[in-house]
């Protein structure tokens, strides 16, 4: 009788993914036990880093000195503005030309405005003022969208006199005649959906899931306190090249922890949670991206608010004004360096520009990994990207932040 036959390895790749199964929990258990002592180490140094009751008294005690909370209501001045100028385009009081300017002075002012007054007010700490600009940002695309997205409306029906047909982002059950549906309420439906991309008619779930809300809560809650007790020291004195490699290798591993544990908290739990409430059926969050074989991959994969955005309204627009393709893919890496920056640089009131360079490197990054590396090689080069680029980052930014501000 014949014992032999052709067959591959377990180990191998072609032997599918349930032949990995094993060691893939297994991966995962022992990254969460050898970081567990980390957790428990804080726990017992520092005690409860994060109070919700002290938290809750101090807003409680003063609730006029609140500088980021204030900025934070200012934001609906520029919605009320962005919605006054469509309504006014919309009803043809104001021209094509004359709207695109009040448009761009208003995304202005959303950028600069709150990074103006983080600056200038000393009150503002650091997390409340990323909290703050983070929000304008959000602000800042939403708008940027609903700009667009009414512009192609007007375009179709200016040049076609009929119901706009699907495509091109533009969803629409049935067409809705301008300028009835500039709505206040519908405005900011979008503002608060989990989405950065504009549309006349979002699709909806059909009903409240409490199970399912309940769930993701408790997610939210045991995500944050993780988060929360993980917290690392860099260590920031002046160290030899030795020294500040071994440091940069003791925090990789804990900071890729908190990372994937901010990704599940964030972009599955939050983002669900808002989801749910508000019955917003479009629920691709994110895709794959822990199986990208490519830098590309990842980046397009990993956020899908965002890299729907840049795709919808900054690299097809530049397709069609005739740039070409890896020109277009740069221009949205230093987009998003620019925004990288701009969150990280403001809040800690310094100027680096670390952040915007771990950006723009992702450009030779992709084009490395995609010419040189493929398959499982491509798919290491990316997370090996991921475990290592993040902590430099933070190791140079808590070194220069201690250097201007402890010395």
Request: with cysteine.
């Amino acid at each position: 009788l014949r014992c032999h036959r052709v067959q591959e390895s377990l180990l191998s790749s072609s032997s599918g993914y349930s032949n990995y199964r094993g060691i893939l929990n297994w991966c995962v258990v022992m990254l969460i036990l050898s970081n567990a002592r980390l957790f428990l180490e804080n726990l017992i140094k520092y005690g409860i880093l994060v109070d919700p009751i002290q938290v809750i008294s101090l807003f409680l005690k003063d609730p006029y000195s609140w500088p980021s909370l204030c900025l934070l209501l200012v934001a609906n001045v520029f919605v009320l503005v962005a919605l006054a100028v469509e309504r006014r385009l919309a009803e043809g009081c104001l021209s094509e030309g004359l709207g695109t300017v009040l448009h761009a002075l208003n995304l202005m002012a959303i950028l600069c405005f709150p990074a103006g007054i983080v600056l200038i007010i000393t009150s503002i700490t650091p997390v409340g003022a990323f909290f703050a600009l983070s929000s304008y940002t959000i602000t800042f695309l939403k708008l940027f969208s609903f700009r667009d997205v009414n512009k192609w409306y007007r375009e179709r029906r200016g040049a076609q006199k009929a119901p706009p047909e699907a495509g091109e982002g533009l969803l629409s059950d049935a067409f809705v005649s301008l300028p009835f549906f500039c709505v206040l309420p519908d405005l900011y439906y979008f503002l608060f959906a989990p989405t950065l991309c504009y549309e006349l008619n979002f699709p909806r779930s059909p009903r409240v899931r409490k199970r399912f809300l309940l769930r993701r809560l408790l997610e939210m809650g045991f995500g944050e306190g993780g988060m929360s007790q993980l917290t690392l020291t860099p260590l920031p004195q002046d160290m030899d090249y030795s020294r500040i490699i071994e440091r940069l290798l003791k925090l990789a591993v804990p900071n890729h922890l908190i990372w994937l544990i901010f990704f599940y908290w964030f972009f599955h739990s939050c983002l669900n949670v808002v989801a749910e409430v508000m019955q917003f059926g479009d629920r691709e969050f994110y895709r794959d991206w822990w199986n990208s074989e490519s830098v590309t991959y990842f980046w397009q994969n990993w956020n899908i608010p965002v890299h729907k955005w840049c795709l919808r309204h900054f690299y097809k627009p530049l397709l069609k004004w005739g740039v070409n393709k890896w020109l277009a893919q740069t221009a949205v890496f230093l987009l998003s360096a620019f925004f990288h920056e701009y969150l990280v640089s403001v809040p800690l009131k310094m100027f680096r520009l670390w952040a915007f360079m771990g950006m723009a490197a992702q450009v030779p990054l992709a084009w490395f990994v995609s010419r040189f590396l493929q398959g499982n090689y491509g798919n290491a080069a990316v997370w090996i990207s991921l475990i290592i680029g993040q902590p430099i980052a933070v190791l140079m930014y808590v070194h220069d932040y201690y250097v201007l501000n402890y010395e």
